[in-house]
């Protein structure tokens, strides 16, 4: 199972950028697909969730109106576009598989972001 994140980089306040999460080796069509961040001394949080179909989304108020998820099932990838970033928005950035059924869960290696001048 692997779960491959890329995108993040360096990126001036008020930039956007697009992450990717390539998903293998496990039934991508049946899990829900979140984004975490994890910034320096602070919890790792929620940022986006999307349900297996793609039908329903979830954002925290912080991001709700700046980051959109995506997936495309046919390719095994979900994505996270980010605009309007801010400098809080600086962290490393998670892609998180769950299915509901079995709760089985999967983790990436993370992506850092960072937003600064």
């Known amino acids: ?28 069509s049946s899990y829900a697909m979140s984004w975490y961040r994890q910034a320096p001394g602070k919890e790792r949080e929620l940022v986006a969730s999307i349900s297996s179909a793609g039908g329903t989304t979830n954002y925290p108020a912080s991001v709700k109106t700046r980051f959109t998820i995506s ?24 892609c998180y598989a769950r299915r509901g059924s079995t709760q089985t869960t999967y983790w990436g290696q993370g992506t850092q972001v960072t937003v600064s001048s």
């Open 71 to 94: 997936r495309d099932n046919a390719k095994n990838t979900v994505y996270l576009q980010m605009n309007s970033l801010k400098p809080e928005d600086t962290a490393v950035y998670y």
């Open 1 to 28: 199972v692997q779960l491959v994140e890329s995108g993040g980089g360096l990126v001036q306040p008020g930039g956007s950028l697009r992450l990717s999460c390539a998903a293998s080796g496990f039934t991508f």
